[in-house]
């Protein structure tokens, strides 16, 4: 077995172990990690045919470990603990704070690297089961605000306290990607696969709940013939209060944790990135 950096043409590879453990990914957002940070994206090898991953993109001052996997027939080999030793002592050594998305099950495995829970997460579901909302011309163009890289790069730096605007900008440059932004907030949405879009990143400045709801009748309105996924802070009252109106449903769990403290403004986040 053999741990080295991954190549974009794992890229394909990693979508089809994303499927087989349940990862929701695509590739346009690999390929994006592995620009990057290609340094941090690292991949076991089984004579040549990829088995696992874990990958990470670095920020100012923190790092966020994504797609953590291992193919369901290598696993329990020690092939995630290998794969996890190398990223994670590069991660220690680098910056200042990790952060991971742990799959409940992994939560005593992610302690053992000396890491912390700090929030619930929900995958959040709509199956296009909205209720009656008013939605016209008018609400769409005061949406569209031609200021949108300005008040992202406001309101991100004030919800996780660093510069990670290199990454979301290009994060948020797909073919498919609709962008929305009132004066406290911003919104983004795109196309993952056929059935779903996903929702994420969002983020409306605590108080300010009447722009993000005007910003989820936006998103619905406009992408409510496909399944609409978000992953939401489950502390965050709300925020929770908005999906649940909407008709979303909790169908999944994660745990946001975190190695070296955290001091993200949680109640300004509706959707993380993917």
């Not at 209720?131 to 769409?140: I, V």
Request: proline residues 3%; aromatic residues 14%.
């Amino acid at each position: 077995m053999f741990i080295g950096w991954l190549k974009f043409n794992d890229v394909n590879d990693l979508v089809t172990i994303a499927n087989d453990v349940g990862w929701l990914v695509d590739s346009y957002h690999i390929k994006l990690m592995i620009m990057h940070s290609p340094h941090l994206c690292y991949g076991a090898y089984d004579e040549g045919k990829l088995v696992g991953a874990i990958m990470a993109i670095e920020f100012e001052h923190s790092a966020q470990m994504k797609y953590f996997m291992v193919k369901p027939e290598y696993q329990k080999q020690g092939i995630g603990r290998r794969l996890a030793d190398t990223l994670i002592d590069v991660l220690k050594s680098d910056f200042q704070r990790i952060y991971v998305h742990s799959n409940p099950s992994m939560v005593p495995f992610f302690e053992s690297f000396g890491f912390e829970s700090q929030m619930e997460i929900g995958r959040f579901v709509n199956v296009g089961k909205v209720p009656p909302f008013n939605f016209t011309n008018a609400h769409a163009k005061e949406l569209d605000s031609g200021n949108f890289d300005a008040i992202i790069a406001k309101i991100d730096k004030e919800t996780f306290n660093e510069d990670r605007l290199d990454f979301l900008t290009d994060e948020m440059e797909r073919h498919s990607s609709l962008k929305f932004a009132l004066q406290n907030g911003f919104q983004h949405s795109s196309v993952v696969n056929a059935r779903q879009v996903y929702l994420g990143p969002w983020q409306v400045r605590d108080g300010h709940e009447d722009e993000a709801e005007k910003m989820m009748k936006g998103v619905l309105y406009f992408r409510g013939l496909k399944k609409v996924v978000a992953d939401v802070p489950m502390g965050i009252k709300h925020v929770v209060d908005l999906y649940e109106r909407y008709h979303f449903q909790n169908k999944q769990r994660f745990v946001h944790m975190s190695y070296g403290g955290s001091d993200i403004r949680f109640e300004n986040i509706y959707a993380f990135s993917l």
